[in-house]
């Protein structure tokens, strides 16, 4: 992916709530403990932020509440500003903007989807879906195709003219998922879309949201307190506690290798075999003896998918191949089944 | 107007609980050795009061005046006249530009009726255009609708001034902090301390009770704005800022329509205040119903009082319902492919049935107008019953007046003025270390020194007396009453909905029912205040009882208390601090209507108010409203600060 264009940058990124942040963020080293700046008065609710989201990936930002994942995105999109660093969109620099041009890029460039889906209560559902292109000035007719469209895409149609409380919360997510679409954003954020709704829905919705981004191929940043969702969905998973980001890796990575304690606890309870992926395990045969299977596995399935092939086919290592059928790497067979059944000595 | 209590806070080293020993025991020391000191000690010496009349008067004078601030006003009054006209023209048919009106009686009653039914269906049209039928074969329509003239223009400016202000201070927090204690003042101002300076710059009649209605009604709609815009979910503004709206947009399209409900609560508030000041501005000669039931009264004419006072409740009952269901109203979805006729089907049926009567009215004529020879009027069977009711409880009223003359009024009346002042003010500094600390002992004091300073030291003892004798009564009455409502789910229901809508019948009309038995005397005032800060007391004593954690009332039951076990050792204790913002609300009633009694005689504030009404004296009418207000807000300081430190103690809220 090292080819693809940042879309957004950030850079030692600091967020504090209190009385007066920012002298007060200058007059402390930078590894003050979080426990010490809140005896002081300060919440810090991201802290020390570096993070590049490349065009067209999905990655999730997943934390407990409280650790600043929320506030993080809403600095991503200036609606607070920051204490500390720099946050660049498209390479421009965010704190630079000044507010018409934010509104502009706003109108054109971001769509954002909410908890408590934020709808207008007094508008219906066309109305609310239209809302972004009303305010920068479209034509009557243009905007309620558009909106037509929005409303078609979420599955919708026929409900046009409901509001907002006459809708189920699944259906009000709806309307909040195709107002964020309306204006073609390139960056969509979505603050924890589908935790508001019941588990069925939810589930539901989250296939939904799978399909609109296979669709549409946005550049998405994607708040959840669900670690279960944020490996079913993201490229890349940053967790964050404290206001710090833990650990930003692939769900594979995050997985196979958790970088702090903190992360490991969250990954415990999961089934490893279902997120990793044979391409997350690739490793070159260190030893000339070693036997090659004859034939490659592909990439792009999990290990447990394998597990037939792991089981059947005795051999040291699997060639890789994308779905293109070039080869990758080389799966290690042992290190597989580790994964699928546990460390051999349990 | 609710303050954070200050406990820790120590002067001297001493706890605030010594503190409200010794300025107790000072207090008790200045009393009983009333006899040996001075006599500054006991009244306010002459050093101590200030002309602050004068000063006020030199003030308006320099700038009206000077400043040329009556050519402003002249400006603004002759703009409200020329809307007062239209609507007059168009209502009671006064010869004015349009030179349309009147609209038939019929008509407008159709709309009414329409109204109530769009908003609320069957009952409230019922309701509504049934008012209109009423006053309509009354007889009272031109008076009803000189007072509803006031209305349909005040309220527009008011809530409109109420927006603006409102949506500033929501801005600015600057703003808010200076207009805050403002605010605070005008709203525990007495009606007639307005009055006075309207009349001098405006001078009497509609025009400037229309002004008045509109600067007494200005204050709901801004907390209401307020409150409103402060309570939109930030989410919604996220996704109206996400959604690229700017600063104004935002504010358009996504606060307003979002605070809708408490803007529409707070215009509810501002057409009651209207109706409730377009009543007493009779007094400044503004035509209509009030103006008709101050004569009425004046001359105790009961028969006709009574249909003048059941015509005000029903326009009470008609503004309040509907503008209650305009304000809780959801929008709801026409099915696919509705009709233009069908979306619009209330303005459709209400175009047909205004047709309909404005030309039936021409052919059949009670349908335009009902003369004063056709009128109907139960004026007579009222006047028999009411005088057979009198003379069947003369002997009880009689007891009650001698009784409460001689054995209340007169010596607690001569106990307060008889107490000096000096002890009153630490008694105040007594209850407010006890309550909240230095701030508030500092608060109490100030404002009754203030109040001292004035030189109306004795006529305040005495509107303090006849609130305090009226609230007591009105608590012997309400509590036991509320607590037996608070039996049950029907009876708390009922009751609650005749308290609502009592609280939203004008003032003035307590008046009616005390004149009828009492007679024009103390009394009767005492009445009229103990029967309008009853309300309150009954209402919060319901809702206090009622709002227990159900949890806590099971828990009570399975420990094994009976009714009256649960009620005292559970919910009563629990539910005191809401009772006491009801003791609040009662007394800031009872300041209200003691000065409005005044007119049926009173030797206190009001009585003064009056004068100072008659003669125009804007000076000593701020100064006795602020007086009032003052009154009002130190009850207000004690009570809400001692409620809230309360429920801080019992973990509620």
Request: hydrophobic letters at 50%.
């Amino acid at each position: 992916m090292t080819d693809s264009k940042t879309v957004i940058s950030c850079s030692n990124v600091w967020k504090l709530f209190g009385k007066n942040p920012s002298v007060y963020l200058n007059s402390i080293p930078e590894n003050t403990p979080y426990d010490k700046i809140a005896n002081d008065g300060y919440i810090t609710a991201v802290r020390q932020v570096s993070l590049n989201i490349v065009e067209g990936e999905m990655i999730v930002i997943m934390g407990l509440s409280g650790s600043g994942k929320s506030t993080l995105v809403r600095c991503f999109a200036r609606l607070l500003d920051i204490t500390k660093g720099n946050i660049w969109v498209d390479g421009e620099d965010l704190a630079k903007l000044s507010e018409t041009q934010l509104i502009e890029l706003r109108r054109k460039k971001m769509g954002m989807v909410f908890q408590n889906f934020g709808l207008l209560p007094h508008r219906n559902v066309l109305d609310n879906v239209a809302f972004p292109l009303e305010m920068r000035g479209q034509g009557v007719h243009e905007r309620r195709e558009r909106a037509l469209e929005m409303i078609e895409l979420v599955g919708l149609n026929g409900r046009e003219e409901y509001y907002p409380r006459e809708l189920s919360g699944g259906q009000q997510q709806r309307v909040g998922i195709a107002r964020s679409l309306a204006i073609e954003p390139d960056i969509w954020f979505l603050d924890e879309p589908f935790s508001a709704l019941d588990p069925l829905i939810r589930r539901e919705m989250q296939d939904e949201f799978l399909r609109l981004q296979e669709m549409l191929n946005k550049t998405i940043v994607f708040i959840t307190h669900d670690f279960d969702e944020a490996i079913r969905l993201a490229d890349r998973i940053a967790i964050m506690k404290d206001g710090a980001i833990e650990q930003c890796d692939t769900p594979d990575q995050i997985v196979l290798k958790p970088a702090t304690e903190y992360v490991s606890k969250f990954t415990l309870e999961i089934e490893k075999a279902r997120v990793v992926h044979a391409k997350g395990m690739l490793q070159n045969p260190t030893t000339e003896d070693t036997r090659i299977a004859d034939f490659a596995v592909s990439g792009e399935k999990t290990i447990q998918e394998l597990a037939r092939i792991l089981v059947n086919e005795d051999f040291d290592f699997y060639p890789v191949e994308n779905s293109d059928g070039k080869n990758l790497g080389f799966l290690n067979r042992k290190e597989a089944l580790e994964v699928l059944i546990g460390p051999a000595n349990a | 107007m609710l303050e954070n209590p200050i406990k820790s806070d120590s002067l001297l080293g001493l706890s605030n609980i010594i503190w409200a020993y010794v300025f107790l025991a000072l207090s008790l020391v200045l009393v009983i050795s009333k006899g040996v000191l001075p006599e500054g000690i006991h009244r306010p010496p002459s050093f101590l009061v200030f002309p602050f009349a004068d000063w006020i008067n030199a003030f308006f004078v320099f700038i009206r005046d000077d400043l040329g601030l009556i050519h402003v006003s002249r400006a603004v009054s002759s703009g409200v006249e020329w809307l007062l006209d239209v609507t007059a023209n168009l209502l009671y048919g006064k010869h004015r530009w349009p030179r349309i009106g009147p609209i038939p009686w019929s008509a407008i009653a159709a709309t009414a009726f329409i109204i109530g039914y769009g908003l609320g269906g069957i009952r409230l049209s019922l309701i509504s255009g049934g008012t209109f039928v009423w006053i309509a074969l009354m007889g009272q329509w031109k008076w009803a609708m000189e007072t509803l003239s006031v209305i349909i223009v005040a309220t527009p400016i008011a809530v409109l001034i109420g927006l603006i202000f409102g949506t500033f201070a929501w801005r600015s927090r600057a703003f808010e902090r200076i207009l805050n204690p403002i605010l605070n003042l005008a709203q525990t101002m007495p009606h007639f301390a307005y009055m006075i300076p309207v009349v001098v710059f405006i001078g009497v009649g509609p025009k400037a009770g229309a002004i008045v209605t509109v600067i007494f009604a200005v204050p709901p709609m801004i907390r209401m704005t307020l409150l409103g815009l402060r309570s939109v979910s930030p989410e919604v503004i996220e996704g109206g800022k996400m959604s690229g709206s700017s600063g104004w947009q935002l504010l358009r399209f996504v606060r307003i329509p979002t605070a809708r409900t408490e803007i529409l609560i707070g215009v509810n508030q501002v057409i009651m205040q209207c109706l409730a000041m377009v009543v007493l501005a009779s007094f400044i000669g503004m035509p209509g119903l009030g103006q008709k039931l101050l004569q009425l009264l004046q001359s105790l004419k009961i028969g006709k009082s009574v249909e003048i006072g059941i015509s005000i409740v029903l326009i009470a009952i008609t503004l309040d319902r509907c503008t209650q269901a305009w304000a809780k109203r959801e929008p709801v979805h026409f099915p696919k492919g509705s009709s233009i006729l069908v979306r619009n089907k209330f303005l459709f049926v209400w175009l047909v049935l205004f047709v309909l009567f404005v030309i039936l009215g021409q052919f059949i004529p009670i349908l335009d107008q009902v003369k004063r020879n056709q009128a109907f009027s139960i004026s007579a069977p009222i006047e028999v019953g009411v005088d057979w009711l009198v003379i069947t409880l003369d002997p009880i009223t009689q007891w009650i007046r001698w009784f409460l003359i001689t054995w209340v009024l007169i010596p607690l009346r001569n106990f307060y003025l008889w107490v000096p002042f000096t002890a009153i003010l630490a008694l105040l500094a007594c209850f407010g270390f006890k309550i909240g600390g230095l701030r508030s002992a500092l608060i109490c004091t100030t404002f009754f020194t203030l109040i001292a300073m004035t030189g109306w030291w004795d006529r305040t003892m005495i509107t303090v007396y006849t609130v305090t004798v009226a609230v007591i009564i009105a608590a012997i009455i309400g509590f036991p009453l509320g607590m037996f409502a608070s039996f049950g789910e029907r009876s708390s229901k009922t009751v609650l909905l005749i308290c609502d809508t009592l609280q939203t019948f004008p003032s003035f009309i307590y008046l009616i029912p005390v004149v009828m038995l009492f007679g024009v005397n103390d009394v009767a005032v005492i009445g009229a205040v103990v029967l309008f800060a009853a309300v309150p007391l009954i209402r919060y004593t319901i809702e206090g009882l009622r709002n227990v954690d159900p949890q806590i009332i099971e828990a009570s039951q399975m420990s094994g208390a009976n009714k009256f076990q649960t009620l005292f050792k559970a919910r009563l204790p629990l539910a005191i601090p809401t009772i006491m913002v009801g003791v609040n609300q009662s007394v800031m009633f009872s300041l209200f209507m003691v000065i409005i009694a005044a007119f049926i005689g009173t030797q206190d504030l009001g009585q003064e108010m009056q004068r100072a009404l008659s003669f125009t004296d804007v000076g000593k009418g701020l100064v006795l409203g602020i007086i009032v207000s003052f009154i009002g807000l130190m009850v207000d300081h004690l009570i809400m600060t001692w409620s809230y430190s309360r429920k801080q103690i019992l973990g509620i809220q």
